[in-house]
C-alpha cells in the first residue's frame, strides 16, 4: 500500500495529483497558521489590555519563528532529500537521512530553549518592547518555551510524512494541535483568566499533541519511512547534505526574525506602541493567505522530488510550471483584496478604533508588492524540489537581508516612520524579479541527467 502511494507520484495525472497532494498540506499550513492567528485574535480582544498584550505577545515573534526556522532547517532541508532517494529507489538512505534529521531537532531544541531562557528580557526590549507591553511578552514567551521540543518535532518532522506521498495524515497531525489550541484558548484566557499566559499554555499543549501524533506515526507501520535508532546515529555526510539544503529555507525564516526585530525596533523609534501593533496585525494578515500558498507549495514539492530523482524531467516541468502559475494567481488575488479592506482585517484583532485606522493607512503601502511576489513563493521552492541551496540561498538572502533590512534602516532618515512601511514592497518586487531572471536563466540545466548524478 505504501508503496502505491509514492508510484502514484510517478504515474497520476498532474492536475488529480496535485490536488490530492497539496490540499491536504494547504489545510494542515492554514491549520497550523491558527496557532498564532487565534492566539492573537484572543489576546487583542482581552477588556481593558487588548493593545498593549497584543502588542507585547507581538514582539515575541522573532524568537518564535527563530525557533520554528530550525525546525525548517531539518524539515524542509531533508524532506526533499528523502524524496529524492526515494526515488532513486533507496529506502535505507531515506531512512538514514529521517533518523539524523531527529537527532538534529532534538539538539536544535535542547540549546534553543537555554539560550532563550537566559536572555529572552534584554532580547525582547531589543525586539521592540516597551514598559508598557514588557511583562506581557516575558509571560507568553516564558511558558512558550516549555515547548521547544514539540514545536522542532512537529513542524520538522511533518515534511517527512508528505515526502511520502501522505498528505492527508500530515494534515491530521497539524489538525489535532489547532483543534486543541483553538479550543483551550478562549477557556484558558477568558474562563481561567491567564490572559497571555493561558494562550501560551494552550498552544505548548497543542504542539505536544501534534508532536506525539508525527512521532507515533514515523515510528508505526504505516510509515514507508520509519524513525530507526540505528538511523538516528550521526552521519556527517548525511547532516552535510540535510545542511546544505536546509540553509536556505532556514535563513528564510531565521531573516523573518531579524526582520521582525529591524522593523519592530525602528516602528518603536519613530512611531511607538501603536506602530508595534500595526505590525503585528499586518503579519498576521500576511499569514494568514501565504500559508495556504505554502501549504500548496509544500504538498507539491515532494512530487517534483521523487520525479527528479526518478529521472521523468517532462513530468518535472509541467509540475513547476503549474506550481509557479498557481502561486503567482492566488499572491495576487489575495493581496488585492487585503488592500482593498484592510479594516476589515484590522478588526479581526482589535477594537482600539486609533490602531485600525492605522493599519487602514498602511496595509495597502506594506503588501502592494505582494501582488508579484507569488512568482518567488512558487520559484524558491521549486529550486528546493531540485536541491538546488546555492540559488535557493541567494534568493533567501536577497530580499531580506540585502534589500529589507538595509532599506528599512535606510528610508525612515528621510521619510519618517513611514519609510519603514515603504521597504516591504520595494524588496517584495525587486527580489521576484530577480527570482525569476534566474529561474529563466538556470532551470533548463537544472533539469537534467548530469544535475541528478551529482545529487547526494
Not at 496585525?281 to 500576511?286: E, G, K, N, Y
Request: glycine share 10%; with cysteine.
Amino acid at each position: 500500500m505504501q508503496q502505491t502511494r509514492e508510484e502514484r507520484m510517478a504515474t497520476e495525472g498532474i492536475g488529480k495529483l496535485m490536488l490530492s497532494m497539496a490540499i491536504p498540506s494547504v489545510i494542515a499550513q492554514v491549520i497550523n497558521i491558527l496557532y498564532s492567528i487565534v492566539d492573537r485574535i484572543y489576546i487583542g480582544h482581552i477588556e481593558g489590555v487588548g493593545m498593549e498584550a497584543l502588542t507585547g505577545v507581538g514582539v515575541t515573534f522573532p524568537i518564535i519563528t527563530l525557533i520554528s526556522a530550525f525546525s525548517a532547517f531539518v524539515g524542509a532541508g531533508g524532506a526533499p532529500l528523502a524524496a529524492i532517494w526515494l526515488g532513486k529507489g533507496d529506502r535505507k538512505r531515506a531512512e538514514r537521512i529521517l533518523g539524523n534529521g531527529v537527532s538534529m531537532l532534538i539538539f536544535f531544541s535542547a540549546v534553543l530553549m537555554i539560550f532563550f531562557y537566559a536572555f529572552s528580557r534584554p532580547l525582547l526590549y531589543m525586539f521592540g518592547a516597551s514598559d508598557a507591553t514588557i511583562s506581557y511578552a516575558t509571560d507568553y514567551i516564558s511558558i512558550y518555551l516549555v515547548g521547544t521540543i514539540f514545536v522542532e518535532l512537529a513542524l520538522g518532522l511533518n515534511t517527512f510524512i508528505i515526502s511520502q506521498g501522505q498528505s492527508r495524515t500530515a494534515m491530521m497531525a497539524v489538525l489535532i494541535g489547532a483543534a486543541a489550541n483553538i479550543i483551550l484558548d478562549p477557556i484558558f484566557i477568558f474562563v481561567f483568566h491567564m490572559g497571555v499566559k493561558g494562550a501560551a499554555r494552550a498552544t505548548v499543549i497543542s504542539q505536544a499533541l501534534s508532536a506525539l501524533w508525527t512521532v507515533g506515526f514515523l515510528m508505526g507501520k504505516r510509515s514507508s519511512l520509519t524513525i530507526k535508532r540505528e538511523a538516528m546515529k550521526p552521519d556527517l555526510q548525511v547532516i552535510g547534505s540535510v545542511m546544505g539544503l536546509g540553509i536556505s529555507p532556514f535563513i528564510m525564516r531565521a531573516t523573518e526574525s531579524l526582520i521582525s526585530i529591524v522593523l519592530n525596533h525602528g516602528l518603536q523609534k519613530y512611531g511607538g506602541d501603536v506602530y508595534v501593533g500595526s505590525l503585528t496585525i499586518m503579519q498576521s494578515v500576511m499569514q494568514m493567505y501565504s500559508a495556504p500558498l505554502g501549504g500548496f507549495t509544500q504538498g507539491v514539492q515532494p512530487v517534483i522530488s521523487y520525479n527528479f530523482g526518478a529521472g521523468n524531467f517532462e513530468r518535472v516541468k509541467k509540475l513547476y510550471r503549474c506550481m509557479i502559475t498557481v502561486s503567482f494567481l492566488f499572491a495576487a488575488g489575495a493581496t488585492l483584496l487585503v488592500m482593498i479592506f484592510p479594516g476589515v482585517f484590522a478588526g479581526m484583532f482589535t477594537n482600539d478604533p486609533g490602531l485600525i485606522a492605522l493599519v487602514e493607512k498602511v496595509m495597502p503601502i506594506f503588501m502592494c508588492g505582494m501582488l508579484i511576489f507569488g512568482l518567488q513563493q512558487g520559484i524558491q521552492p521549486t529550486f528546493m524540489a531540485l536541491g538546488q541551496a546555492k540559488i535557493s540561498l541567494f534568493i533567501a538572502t536577497f530580499r531580506k537581508v540585502i534589500l529589507l533590512v538595509p532599506l528599512a534602516l535606510i528610508l525612515p532618515l528621510k521619510f519618517g516612520v513611514m519609510g519603514i512601511y515603504y521597504a516591504e514592497p520595494i524588496s517584495d518586487i525587486t527580489s521576484a524579479t530577480v527570482a525569476a531572471i534566474l529561474f529563466l536563466k538556470n532551470i533548463k540545466k537544472i533539469v537534467s541527467r548530469e544535475t541528478l548524478e551529482n545529487i547526494v
